[in-house]
């Protein structure tokens, strides 16, 4: 026993800090992506995987083409790199517990990367305040009030690229720092490439390289002249070490513009996130921006002020008077670099990063305001000392407070629920009526407990024993361990948090996103019974769309929010009157997987790009009539060129005068989905027909209680809860 405890104590407070809080944000991550730029860098990661391509396949929301008419992300390539090697897991993991869709594990798997990267920045930013001095319970209380009590806590559980953004920001702070107290040219090399790595992965954020640039000069000037070097000397020392921080800047600046001329055919088209050239692209929204209203949003709005949403930064600005007395050239550096970051935001007319929880484009600063709060901690007296422990403990508690609401709530669902932006007042109501969005805590109907994954307790396991030994590192002061107990340590904490997700989550998964779809389902009686039907009712075509576990019931309360319009019943003699069913694929009844009694089912395999269909017999319909089409639609893995669909025709009863109206088009993955569409037939119309299958793809595609209704127009209009 006391072997392994003098063992244990050999563990550095870095392994504690990493594993901690990767646990932690192991507890809140989504596992999957909702957002449209998000979604295209993970496409780029896995056709880079799939196919050694940079292609993707064009979706609904976004189809940028280039080079030989195909379509590419818009986006750096940055944080597609990174993602690609989590893909790959995915990929392995998905041959032992295959999935319906293969993209749920995939995502899950990629869903890990920003964790990790969170949980290195927290390590990071320790390691940042021991470089300059801080104690190691200073340099502690930093790094784990950032980890939990600021922005960074519920951007460790998205896909976006900010916790990225902000590891290798306060990387290049760390290393120039590293180099300006050991001037070792290996630390430029380093410095360079964090700031080079940044421009790949967003190239406005490049604007850190002149800001570094300049400081590695004063840095070389300074130090050769208290080394009392001749002005030539210095100046051939000056030009060596430029060239030693800016050749991996401009390698990755140079692989940059040719992954966007593989794509466009030129240089510098998507080199900011657009097709166009970056440079107009920037002056245009400098003119469409509104810098004072941004600022005052930024700063000191309900919605989102970076102090509200990361309270122990409001210490930045008292702190950096302090630590510019110990430290200008630091100050200055530290100082210029969070003003240009707050500039290139003011200076966009999205400031406010649309719906995302709070101050989305700040997020990559906030370890910049933490840094030099840790000279609060070190003052002379002792009095002032617990002063300024108090406060900050207060600000972080109250930060914690905050991050609950965007650790455990979707910022999506504020816009795809009530179409509001994503705020805490808002993210507050969902939460207390049930909308959590979470892999291990669910709610269950019929029960007025959460459902609780297994997997929870091994993670609060882990956070407990590394967060009491983190304790005992700060009792002693200990900053630092050995290399082989902390390396252990590390690899026996991940393998066990890996048996367990394995286990619970990755095996079943399935059976988890069910339980997701579940709280969707409770959460939308809880806001039914509270009177808000239009929420309730999008909620029950979630948790339908996510495969609830409790179909009839979403579907009866969706019959009754979303009813069919009053009118005459026009029969459908048969769906089969005509088809086209290539060898290879299927179109068949399907009773098993249903939702109104009797449903058919299109089928074609994986790689399969074909055209399977089917068309009704002739519907006898009247002119200048309004009718309206009703049914349910299901898609799983649809994921060629093409799409799923439905749709109807019509004529004059002699193949002249005709139209067709879509209906539904479906790719991707959906579960039960209702459909009302209301037309009016032409003035020669006579019959219609209605149309459905794959076009140009493969994968499953189900319609179910097909109905059509003649629409009587005398009666009283039907309501909905909302639009």
Same mark, same amino acid.
């Given at each position: ?13 870095? @392994? /504690?800090?990493?594993? %901690?809080? #990767? +646990?932690?944000?192991? &507890?809140?991550? $989504?596992? =999957? ?107 502690? @209380? /930093?790094?784990?009030? %950032?980890? #939990? +009590?600021?922005?960074? &806590?519920?951007? $460790?559980? =998205? ?565």
């Amino acid at each position: 026993m006391k072997s392994l405890l003098a063992w244990a104590k050999q563990i550095s407070p870095n @392994a /504690l800090l990493l594993v %901690f809080f #990767f +646990a932690l944000y192991l &507890f809140t991550m $989504s596992g =999957s992506i909702r957002f449209g730029d998000e979604s295209e860098k993970y496409r780029v990661a896995q056709s880079i995987v799939e196919r050694g391509d940079l292609a993707i396949r064009p979706t609904v929301m976004r189809s940028n083409i280039g080079v030989g008419g195909r379509s590419y992300s818009s986006y750096e390539l940055g944080q597609t790199l990174l993602e690609v090697p989590f893909y790959l897991i995915g990929k392995i993991a998905l041959r032992f517990f295959p999935t319906p869709d293969p993209n749920w594990l995939t995502e899950l798997f990629v869903g890990l990367l920003n964790p990790l990267i969170t949980a290195l920045t927290v390590v990071l930013l320790f390691q940042t305040g021991r470089l300059l001095g801080y104690r190691t319970r200073t340099a502690l @209380a /930093l790094a784990g009030a %950032f980890g #939990f +009590a600021t922005i960074a &806590f519920p951007y $460790s559980r =998205s896909f976006t690229r900010e916790p990225l953004l902000s590891l290798l920001i306060l990387f290049s702070i760390y290393a120039v720092f590293q180099f300006e107290q050991s001037y070792k040219a290996r630390w430029l090399l380093v410095t360079g490439s964090a700031t080079g790595y940044l421009a790949f992965s967003k190239l406005i954020h490049g604007v850190v390289i002149p800001i570094l640039l300049v400081y590695i000069v004063w840095v070389i000037v300074q130090t050769q002249r208290r080394a009392g070097i001749k002005p030539r000397a210095i100046g051939l020392a000056v030009l060596r070490g430029l060239v030693v921080f800016l050749l991996p800047a401009i390698l990755f600046l140079v692989a940059q513009s040719v992954y966007a001329f593989a794509r466009y055919s030129s240089p510098v088209a998507g080199l900011g996130g657009i097709k166009t050239d970056p440079a107009s692209w920037v002056w245009m929204l400098i003119g469409l921006s509104e810098p004072l209203t941004a600022t005052w949003g930024l700063l000191f709005s309900a919605d989102k002020s970076l102090w509200l949403y990361s309270p122990p930064t409001i210490l930045f600005g008292i702190a950096l008077v302090y630590w510019w007395r110990q430290s200008p050239r630091q100050t200055a550096l530290l100082l210029v670099l969070v003003l240009v970051e707050f500039l290139s935001v003011i200076l966009r007319p999205d400031w406010d990063g649309g719906t995302w929880w709070g101050p989305r484009y700040l997020v990559q600063i906030t370890p910049l305001l933490m840094l030099p709060i840790g000279i609060l901690f070190e003052s002379a007296t002792r009095r002032a000392r617990a002063i300024w422990i108090s406060v900050f403990g207060g600000l972080s508690a109250m930060g914690l407070g905050v991050q609950i609401f965007g650790a455990f709530t979707n910022e999506r669902d504020a816009l795809d629920l009530a179409g509001q932006m994503s705020t805490l007042t808002v993210q507050f109501n969902y939460l207390s009526h049930g909308v959590v969005d979470s892999l291990l805590i669910n709610w269950a109907p019929g029960s007025s407990l959460p459902q609780v994954n297994p997997f929870t307790f091994v993670l609060l396991g882990v956070l407990g024993l590394s967060g009491a030994m983190l304790i005992g590192r700060s009792t002693r002061n200990q900053a630092t361990g050995a290399v082989w107990p902390s390396a252990l340590f590390v690899l026996f904490m991940g393998f066990v948090q890996a048996v367990g997700l394995i286990v619970w989550i990755v095996a079943p998964y399935p059976q988890v996103l069910a339980a997701k779809a579940n709280t969707r389902l409770v959460a939308a009686g809880n806001f039914l019974a509270a009177g808000n039907q239009c929420v309730a009712m999008r909620l029950y075509l979630d948790a339908l769309d996510q495969n609830t576990t409790d179909q009839p019931q979403a579907a009866n309360q969706i019959a009754v929010l979303l009813p069919r319009a009053a009118g005459k019943d026009i029969p459908i003699d048969g769906l089969r009157g005509w088809e086209n069913i290539p060898a290879g694929t299927l179109v068949t009844d399907d009773n098993v997987t249903s939702i109104a009694g009797a449903a058919m089912r299109f089928s074609a395999p994986q790689g399969m790009d074909t055209d399977v269909s089917v068309a009704s017999r002739p519907i006898g319909v009247k002119p200048n009539q309004t009718y309206e089409l009703s049914g349910w639609t299901r898609g799983l893995a649809l994921y060629g060129t093409g799409y799923a669909s439905l749709a109807l025709y019509e004529d004059n009863g002699n193949w002249g005068a005709s139209r067709t109206t879509p209906i539904v088009g479906l790719e991707e993955t959906s579960g039960w989905q209702p459909f009302h569409v209301r037309f009016t037939t032409l003035p020669t119309s006579r019959r219609v027909f209605i149309n459905a299958g794959l076009y140009r793809t493969f994968g499953t595609f189900w319609i179910d209680g097909i109905q059509l209704i003649q629409v009587d127009l005398n009666a009283p209009p039907v309501v909905t809860p909302c639009k």
